[in-house]
C-alpha cells in the first residue's frame, strides 16, 4: 500500500494549484480519503476528507470554498483543487486513505488514516 503526492510548488496568492496523490497496490475507490496539511511549528490538521460509502466530504472551514476533494477511480488517484490561494495555506500537504468507514466526526482526524504519502510543500508568496 503506497501513496504518492504531487503537485505542490510556489504560487502566488490568489492564484491556483492542483495536488495529486496516487494510489498503488490498492483501489482507492475501496477507501475513504482525506488531505492533510502542516505549516512549520504547527499540528498537522485536515483539510479535506470525502468517505466512500456516500461522497460525504468535509472541509476546514478556512479552505471552505476555495478547496475540493475529488477522486479520479481510472486513474486511481485522489484530488486537491485549491483556489484562491492564501499565504496561510503555505505548507506541506499529505494525502491519507483508510479502509475503515468513517463517521462524518472522525474524517479530518489525524488518527483515521494509516496509509499516508510523502507530502508535498505548498508555497504561497508574492
Known amino acids: 500500500v503506497q501513496l504518492q503526492a504531487s503537485g505542490g510548488g510556489l504560487v502566488q496568492p490568489g492564484n491556483s494549484l492542483r495536488l495529486s496523490c496516487a494510489a498503488s497496490g490498492f483501489t482507492l475507490n475501496d477507501y475513504d480519503i482525506a488531505w492533510f496539511r502542516q505549516a512549520p511549528g504547527k499540528e498537522r490538521e485536515g483539510v479535506a476528507c470525502?468517505?466512500?460509502?456516500?461522497?460525504?466530504?468535509s472541509y476546514l472551514d478556512s479552505v471552505k470554498g476555495r478547496f475540493t476533494i475529488s477522486r479520479d477511480n481510472a486513474r486511481n488517484t485522489v484530488n486537491l483543487q485549491m483556489n484562491s490561494l492564501k499565504p496561510e495555506d503555505t505548507a506541506i500537504y499529505y494525502c491519507a486513505a483508510t479502509r475503515r468507514r468513517l463517521i462524518s466526526g472522525l474524517c479530518r482526524r489525524v488518527e483515521s488514516y494509516d496509509a499516508w504519502g510523502q507530502g508535498t510543500l505548498v508555497t504561497v508568496s508574492s
Open positions: 470525502r468517505r466512500r460509502s456516500d461522497g460525504h466530504t
